[in-house]
């Protein structure tokens, strides 16, 4: 008898996905925003097609964590000089300066939130390796003990320590991370990949984890948000993610 993949109950691919290359590099507050207004507003909309969100920061920023204490992870001269925010995600800290990020969203009724939290993880850093590959890095999903956690709260940085299914090189620093949060909307993945070069290979780089994820038979769509949920974005930067009761939530 065959030995059974794996990987198996993994999906090929996401099929038709929502590509916006968002090309107004925003501050820290709207770019949560939108990743929360996008979550939310796909189930209202005429399409629930995944999207795929790729974005800039307007200042140099770094987030922090849902569940982070923010005194320990935020120090009195990064919050003057840096623009910084915590996300609606777990995980740990991340220095924005140095990454290129990414959004992932998805409703319930899309078979890959229906993964357990770890096989989601493990499959979306999968094509994150994929389209690493083409440009030459070395990179794997790491095998590691230190077991995958939807709170991703095992390390105040969050690139210090690889945990499970984290993408790594060879010599098992850590290139790629993400957090999660799973709501009755969908899925909200929110990735960061800091391999050297990407910034030069940029838009091919996009195009290949895009495609990656949409898989062989699937279909890579550019797309735009409607004004109005930019519009909702602003607003909720506003009155949340721009506010000290947030920001200083923990």
Not at 207 to 222: P, Y
């Amino acid at each position: 008898m065959e030995k059974e993949d794996e990987h198996s109950s993994e999906p090929a691919g996401l099929g038709i996905l929502r590509v916006w290359r968002d090309d107004q590099a925003r501050c820290a507050a709207m770019n949560m925003a939108l990743d929360e207004v996008m979550l939310r507003e796909m189930n209202e909309s005429s399409s629930q097609l995944p999207i795929l969100r790729f974005y800039d920061w307007a200042r140099p920023a770094i987030s922090i964590g849902y569940f982070q204490r923010w005194q320990d992870t935020v120090s009195e001269v990064e919050r003057a000089e840096l623009d910084w925010v915590r996300r609606w995600t777990g995980g740990g800290r991340v220095d924005h300066r140095v990454d290129q990020t990414y959004t992932l969203v998805l409703t319930r009724d899309h078979p890959l939130f229906y993964l357990t939290p770890a096989e989601n993880y493990r499959w979306v850093h999968r094509c994150v390796v994929q389209a690493l590959s083409q440009w030459g890095a070395q990179a794997v999903v790491s095998d590691t003990q230190q077991s995958f956690s939807p709170r991703g709260d095992h390390s105040a940085l969050c690139f210090e320590h690889p945990v499970q299914f984290d993408v790594v090189d060879a010599s098992g620093e850590k290139l790629a991370g993400a957090a999660q949060r799973r709501t009755r909307w969908g899925l909200l993945h929110q990735g960061s990949v800091v391999e050297p070069g990407l910034a030069e290979n940029r838009e091919a780089w996009q195009a290949a984890l895009a495609q990656g994820l949409s898989g062989a038979g699937g279909e890579v769509i550019a797309w735009q948000p409607p004004e109005a949920w930019q519009q909702q974005a602003e607003k909720l930067a506003e009155e949340k993610y721009a506010q000290k009761s947030w920001q200083e939530k923990f």
